[in-house]
């Protein structure tokens, strides 16, 4: 990557083909690239690897979520120097050293949702860091982001028409924003425990002005009350490894979902970070886990790590972003 202009080798939508593009024809995502550049130049190679192998069609993907974080930067204190600030946090001072106790031990570090809170969620100031380094991960590493293109641009669009759907913990409320975009939705409502991550995901959604009205609430999945089927579709994307019994979040989710519903799950497998307390060993692991909550496994993808074939991510337990799309049955 030299000056303004970056040209990288990405694949076809319908071959499997390389074909050199411009990163200019994604303005948004050169001006986030360009940003992290200037921040943290020795990560050029990395970025390179990582857009080179995409799809057209995940870098499409791509270019919305950039353009999403750079209006989110309007909302951080130091805007987009601070978020790509943060994002080079996440890697090297959050990911890295617990990647190391995992290489070491075979297991992430804490096991219960207790040490997590004490360590990540009640500190403020880290909490903020680290979910602002997280949107631009959903950018940058390529299991993040084509796992995002699975759901935009094809669990979405295959829903049937009028549609209403719960996302369980949307965080910076992206899976919302493509939700509300599909011309099918009929409602779109957002769960979440914190108050204050129900405050950021509406200021987040507020910015790019839905042209469908998006339910925000307080609330948690284990105290929702008496269950009743009113969604066809609900989303868990990277709240499973935060739980220490997975399979009874997804149980209680799914007994929100009409019969033949779906909920799409995503769940990163081999993935040290200092919140994450339940480990998946495997895409297998994922769906197992869908299955045990009464769910029937409709459809399952893995992606791994940025640099990584899907056999190298298993053999050397490499992270992986393992997509599961679980049904309800029907009677």
């Given at each position: 990557m030299n000056g303004h202009i970056i040209s990288i080798n990405i694949k076809t939508l319908d071959k499997d083909v390389a074909e050199v593009?411009?990163?200019?024809?994604?303005?948004?995502?050169?001006?986030?690239?360009?940003?992290?550049?200037?921040?943290?130049?020795?990560?050029?190679?990395?970025?390179?690897?990582?857009?080179?192998?995409?799809?057209?069609?995940?870098?499409?993907?791509?270019?919305?979520?950039?353009?999403?974080?750079?209006?989110?930067?309007?909302l951080v204190n130091g805007g987009l120097d601070q978020l790509?600030?943060?994002?080079?946090?996440?890697?090297?001072?959050?990911?890295?050293?617990?990647?190391?106790?995992?290489?070491?031990?075979?297991?992430?570090?804490?096991?219960?949702?207790?040490?997590?809170?004490?360590?990540?969620?009640?500190?403020?100031?880290?909490?903020?860091?680290?979910?602002?380094?997280?949107?631009?991960?959903?950018?940058?590493?390529?299991?993040?982001?084509?796992?995002?293109?699975?759901y935009a641009r094809d669990y979405l669009p295959k829903l049937k028409r009028g549609f209403d759907l719960l996302e369980i913990g949307p965080g910076h409320g992206l899976f919302l924003y493509f939700a509300a975009r599909q011309r099918g939705a009929s409602t779109i409502t957002g769960w979440d425990v914190s108050p204050t991550s129900v405050e950021q995901t509406s200021r987040a959604l507020r910015l790019f002005g839905m042209n469908r009205p998006v339910t925000l609430v307080l609330q948690n999945v284990f105290e929702a009350g008496e269950a009743t089927p009113r969604f066809d579709a609900i989303v868990m994307s990277e709240i499973l490894e935060h739980l220490e019994d997975p399979v009874k979040a997804l149980r209680a989710a799914a007994a929100w979902l009409r019969p033949g519903g779906t909920i799409w799950v995503n769940v990163p497998a081999n993935s040290p970070a200092p919140d994450h307390i339940y480990l998946v060993d495997d895409p297998e692991h994922a769906c197992d886990l869908v299955r045990a909550?009464?769910?029937?496994?409709?459809?399952?993808?893995?992606?791994?790590?940025?640099?990584?074939?899907?056999?190298?991510?298993l053999s050397r337990k490499l992270a992986i972003s393992c997509v599961v799309v679980g049904r309800k049955p029907v009677t």
């Open positions: 593009i411009d990163l200019t024809d994604y303005p948004a995502l050169l001006a986030l690239v360009s940003a992290v550049r200037t921040n943290w130049s020795d990560h050029t190679d990395y970025i390179e690897k990582s857009l080179a192998g995409r799809l057209a069609v995940e870098m499409e993907t791509s270019e919305e979520i950039a353009a999403f974080a750079l209006k989110l930067a309007a790509c600030s943060d994002y080079r946090f996440l890697c090297e001072a959050i990911v890295l050293p617990e990647e190391i106790y995992f290489r070491r031990h075979g297991k992430y570090r804490l096991a219960s949702f207790a040490d997590a809170n004490r360590e990540c969620y009640a500190n403020a100031p880290y909490m903020t860091r680290y979910m602002n380094g997280l949107l631009i991960s959903n950018i940058l590493w390529n299991n993040h982001a084509r796992a995002i293109t699975s909550a009464g769910l029937e496994v409709r459809d399952s993808h893995a992606f791994p790590m940025t640099g990584a074939t899907l056999e190298k991510a």
